[in-house]
């Protein structure tokens, strides 16, 4: 019975919409905007919220990175046994889990030695397989909290000490399971040979994953592998520390004591040289952080516009349209009948808005993977923004029909 009443009055809405072509046609515009833009800005978030929330899948609330920087005038020799020295210090430090020392570390940034070229074989003609690496000891996994699904770790007869510019050939390399499947799909990658720029290696081992030192990192994404290496840069190193406890302040303030005990061979700023890996990942992802806010402001104000536009728009309907009101409740038309009228009259508003806001919506997605590299939008994705503006709609009108069925007929027909 409702749904008949609800049908029946399809026409003299139709018809009451025709006698206001110019404020409907600004409505539903501005639905088919919102759906537009909304669609898309929300997919940009949900995008922004999935790369920010990657795991590194290190042990991130118990470490602690020293960037040390070394004195001029030191061979590397000298580099090589300052290194060896701090870490035995950094490991018998009160709070200290772990330690080692690399040129890079999860998320932080470019250098000019962090990715490298990986065949299959000697004279692969095919593009080699990019990845991004760590120089590593055998303190590594443990100090990063990694997971050893197969294989070994390296010796300590294994690390070998090199610089930027020195031929890197390790006797074997430690991968994350992500690269093992690529390079190997069978799952036979333990134990092979695979080939670096310069030379020859064999997968010692595999671990379950570990994020490269770049936040978009493209087609070297997971590809990560360790490398037995004790980094001999002149301009310095970076220390990775595990503590025993998420209280890292008293441990950080002893490690740097210990250091600078030799501080004749270093300079670490203390305010800028020594970061823990939260505050690594929150200046990382700040502005994947600020677009995902921004757009859902901006999703916001366009909901809250669009509203607000179905608000005026019903209240000024009601206004020019008392006595019809007073004339049909007048005729035994009740409070719902009234109701259910504007309630259908917004639902055929909004749902022209939504038809033609899906349609932007897709086209409007359509240039943002061109400039953007944004994925396809999905399909649940206009499909949940006219749910929430067919709601959203309902709501808005609700107040202005209700304060139309609430007037007596009498006193609708008088205002006239």
Request: hydrophobic letters at 50%.
């Amino acid at each position: 019975m409702v749904l008949t009443r609800t049908f029946m009055q399809l026409r003299p809405i139709i018809t009451a919409l025709r006698r206001h072509k110019v404020a409907t046609l600004l409505i539903v515009l501005q639905v088919a905007l919102t759906l537009a833009v909304a669609s898309n800005a929300l997919l940009i978030v949900a995008t922004r919220i999935v790369h920010l929330s990657r795991p590194t899948s290190t042990d991130e609330a118990h470490l602690f990175v020293i960037r040390n920087g070394w004195k001029l005038g030191q061979n590397a020799a000298q580099i090589n046994a300052n290194i060896a020295a701090d870490l035995d210090t950094l490991r018998h430090v009160a709070g200290v889990r772990d330690a080692f020392s690399s040129q890079g570390f999860p998320l932080a940034g470019y250098s000019a030695n962090i990715i490298a070229r990986l065949k299959l074989e000697p004279d692969q003609k095919t593009h080699a397989q990019l990845i991004t690496f760590y120089a590593a000891d055998e303190h590594a996994i443990d100090t990063l909290g990694l997971t050893l699904v197969s294989g070994r770790n390296f010796r300590p007869d294994e690390i070998a000490a090199i610089g930027p510019s020195d031929k890197m050939s390790p006797p074997g390399i430690i991968v994350t399971r992500s690269l093992a499947d690529k390079l190997f799909p069978d799952g036979s990658a333990l134990g092979k040979t695979v080939y670096l720029p310069d030379g020859p290696t064999a997968i010692f081992g595999i671990i379950a994953s570990l994020q490269g030192p770049l936040k978009n990192s493209g087609a070297v994404d997971g590809y990560t592998a360790l490398v037995p290496a004790r980094y001999l840069d002149p301009a310095g190193i970076e220390y990775l520390v595990r503590t025993d406890s998420t209280a890292m302040k008293p441990v950080i303030a002893a490690t740097l004591k210990a250091l600078q005990e030799r501080s004749d061979a270093r300079i670490i700023d203390q305010k800028q040289d020594v970061v823990t890996m939260a505050q690594v990942r929150k200046h990382a992802y700040a502005s994947d952080h600020s677009v995902a806010m921004l757009m859902s402001i901006v999703c916001g104000l366009l909901l809250l516009a669009t509203a607000g536009g179905i608000v005026g728009l019903s209240s000024f309907w009601v206004g020019q349209r008392r006595r019809q009101i007073g004339i049909r409740r007048s005729l035994g038309a009740t409070s719902g009948d009234i109701l259910r009228y504007f309630h259908a009259e917004n639902f055929l508003i909004v749902s022209g808005g939504v038809a033609l806001g899906a349609l932007l919506a897709f086209l409007a997605n359509l240039g943002l993977m061109q400039l953007y590299e944004l994925p396809r939008i999905p399909l649940y994705a206009p499909l949940l923004g006219a749910l929430v503006l067919w709601l959203l709609g309902q709501l808005a009108v609700w107040g202005p029909a209700r304060s139309a069925a609430r007037v007596p007929p009498v006193v609708a027909i008088r205002t006239e």
